[in-house]
């Protein structure tokens, strides 16, 4: 149901927090919806991130730019597939 209501809400920017990062990406929760998707690494040009399990966050290999679980973010919806159950999210600067 979370990804059918998220159809709506493609393109927003909306606030959120990480609520877990991997090496394939972060997942954030957004505050208002408590709906939770993924900001894949590849779709994060701005730099190699790698993840650092020891620290739960992932590293910029070139600015040492950090996302760690907890910290807060702003995202775009970029993507909702509901066969999938996936909901798609970069990041806003």
Known sequence: ????????????????????????????EIDELLVEGLVPVRD??????????????????????????GDRVRVRVTAVKPEAHQIDFSLVD
């Open 1 to 28: 149901m979370q990804v059918e209501y998220m159809k709506r809400h493609l393109g927003d920017e909306l606030d959120g927090v990480i609520a877990g990062v991997t090496a394939f990406g972060m997942f954030v």
């Open 44 to 69: 994060m040009v701005d730099d190699y991130y790698v993840l650092d399990e020891k620290h739960y966050e992932l590293r910029g290999r070139r600015t040492g730019r950090r996302y760690r679980l």
